[in-house]
Nanobody
Framework: QVQLVESGGGLVQAGGSLRLSCAAS????????MGWFRQAPGKEREFVAAINWSGGNPYYADSVKGRFTISRDNAKNTVYLQMNSLKPEDTALYYC????????????????????WGQGTQVTVSS
């Protein structure tokens, strides 16, 4: 069993930055794939970014590429999402998720293959 707790959300003006954190429980964190999704009101949950167990091969949705950076610190059982140049359309509830195996990007870009989820942290970007 893995538990995930997100933090770092808040209200920021367009063009600003936030860094989200996701603390994970469990001794096998360092072997897991970690990811971020987000869900805006009335919309489906969408993929944001993923990173493999070693911190390599980060993958991003086109909508955040060049603005967001995913990273992890296995010694701290924590994954981060640095969000720069925020836009109002980035407003959403951001979820941390984890799964055991790295799969095809098309597969991991959907919510269903991910095994564990956090409760989410709200990010609101004002114009």
């Amino acid at each position: 069993q893995v538990q995930l707790v997100e933090s770092g959300g808040g209200l920021v003006q367009a063009g600003g930055s936030l860094r989200l954190s996701c603390a994970a429980s469990g001794r096998t964190f360092s072997t897991y794939v970690m990811g971020w999704f987000r869900q805006a009101p009335g919309k489906e949950r969408e993929f944001v970014a993923a990173i493999n167990w070693s911190g390599g091969n980060p993958y991003y949705a086109d909508s955040v590429k060049g603005r967001f950076t995913i990273s992890r610190d296995n010694a701290k059982n924590t994954v981060y999402l640095q969000m720069n140049s925020l836009k109002p359309e980035d407003t959403a509830l951001y979820y941390c998720a984890t799964k055991r195996i790295w799969e095809r990007i098309a597969t991991m870009s959907t919510p269903s293959p991910w095994d564990y989820w956090g409760q989410g942290t709200q990010v609101t970007v004002s114009s």
